[in-house]
């Protein structure tokens, strides 16, 4: 009689663990995806953005004419490349926005070196509309990594990974930097002391 | 880290839920044994008078209390948010007026995505000394306030740490907790003046019948010290209850800064901002006149510069609202080192 009782709510401590292990891999399985559409939604803002930003200089930017074309061809096929997103299709869609990232850090340094032009409220205005998007989409990138190392640590931490097979989850894709030339962050030393 | 901290966010959020109801409960609890309480004493004081006067059986002020209890409670949780807002005289920002006010709002925004929670409402305190809180009940109703000194002092990044932190507390539900609080030791400081004056009319009109009240009693003598115990219980949880109050809202917020500091660290990557952010704060000494003692303890530093807040340990942990900007500053530092190391940046030396 004891040990029946005994075995009944050790049955029951393991089935309520179950459920609640399943229901945490579910709920993070949602807030991935939920991320990865944040990523989707600040992409699309991104490129809504180009077109306003490229017509505000192109007057005065005429000489610029292939810094300004380089942006926006990278902005086509970025639009391209995101139209059939899903997390399966990352490495693409990656690569081309980084593409575009590049492009517009190249208009930037050129914007830089026009000070009349930046003194125009409009582009310092845009300006700082394309800081705040550049931010937006890298930290949803960031949250997206987060939640899904998240997921994933989840799915393989012991007992949880007994059931990431009931719960039908798969390891999450990370957002990388796939383009090298991103990947090296200029060095630039100022502390005046002497090289190692 | 992350994992660190997100397992933590669970518990966090679930502990400032357990913590706002046990609050709230405590506070009617409180109301109730001012009312009973009250009613016990006129029970005693009156049970062993003649047969023609009253006798006080139904316990009338623990129901009428227990009544304003509840009611006060519902309506500062329902109406803490704006009831904070309101105290400082804030204005919200609808459509961005300045570049400033442009960046402000796209910073709230980036961070908001950082956080992962829908985007809180903006506002600006009139005033020129760099603070700012946040208020609201849950993720998805919550308000982000900065001081116009901020807005002007602060860079970029350095607005972006600050509203980070503020989000911190936002992801992690201390606002819930902090601003029931702030909408509760409110009422408890402005029932205590308002009854407090009441109550010395009313000792003065009950002075004669409660002598006549210890004579007749001297056979039950018992019971007539019960009474006086409770009496002086009674009014010594009167006169303490502002004081009580102000304990639970300094005691409470201490440890969610470095906790907040932490989380904003996490969502920038940048805890060096935060902490330049906090050293600007910190040498505006100027108190932040528009915030009140009320909600003092809302805030990324406290609003009134006090000298307590300098140290930790003895009296200060008694008395201060927020941990030493010192020591803040030296944890973020100590972050931002782990990183450079961490990204094997850091120069030789």
Known sequence: MGGTVILLIILAVVVLYGVSAYNGLINLKNQTLNAFKQIDVQLKRRHDLIPNLVNAVKGAMDFERQTLEAVIQARNQAVAAGANAAPGAMKQMATAENQLTAALSRFNVVVEQYPQLKATANVGQLQEELTSTENRISFSRQAYNDTATQYNTKQQQFPTNLFAGIAKASPAELWEITDEGERAVPQVDLSMKPKA | ?349
């Open chain 2, 1 to 349: 880290m992350t994992d660190d901290t997100s397992l933590n966010l669970f518990q966090q959020q679930e502990a400032n839920r357990r913590r706002t109801v046990i609050l709230v409960i405590g506070f009617v609890l409180f109301f109730a044994w001012l009312g009973f309480g009250g009613d016990f004493i006129y029970y005693l004081a009156t049970s062993d008078a003649g047969p023609e006067t009253y006798h006080h059986t139904f316990p009338w002020f623990g129901l009428v209390m227990t009544a304003i209890g509840a009611g006060i409670a519902r309506y500062g949780f329902a109406t803490g948010p704006n009831k904070v807002l309101w105290s400082t005289g804030a204005r919200e920002v609808v459509e961005p007026a300045t570049d400033k006010e442009r960046q402000l709002v796209n910073v709230v925004e980036e961070m908001a995505i950082a956080a992962g929670i829908p985007r809180p409402r903006i506002w600006i305190v009139p005033d020129a000394d760099p603070n700012a809180f946040a208020t609201g009940l849950d993720q998805g109703h919550s308000h982000i306030a900065v001081t116009q000194g901020l807005l002007d002092m602060c860079s970029r990044d350095e607005l972006q740490a600050v509203i980070a932190h503020e989000l911190g507390h936002v992801k992690n539900l201390d606002v819930r907790l902090m601003t029931t609080l702030a909408a509760l030791v409110g009422a408890v400081a402005l029932m205590h003046d308002g009854v407090g004056r009441l109550m010395r009319g009313g000792f003065r009109l009950g002075g004669g019948g409660g002598g006549g009240g210890s004579r007749g009693g001297g056979k039950k003598g018992g019971l007539g010290q019960l009474a006086i115990i409770l009496l002086v219980l009674w009014v010594i949880t009167w006169i303490l209850a502002p004081i009580i109050s102000q304990f639970l809202a300094m005691a409470v917020s201490r440890k969610r800064e470095y906790l907040a500091d932490a989380m904003g660290a996490q969502f920038t990557r940048n805890p060096m901002a935060l902490a330049t952010a906090l050293q600007k704060i910190e040498s505006a000494d100027a108190p932040t006149s528009s915030i009140k003692r009320g909600a003092a303890h809302l805030c990324i530093a406290d609003p009134l510069g006090r000298r307590m807040n300098l140290h930790e340990g003895g009296m200060a942990n008694l008395l201060a609202t927020h941990p030493p900007m010192a020591a803040r500053i030296a944890r973020l530092k100590g972050m931002a080192y782990q990183r450079l190391k961490a990204e094997g940046q850091f120069p030789a030396t």
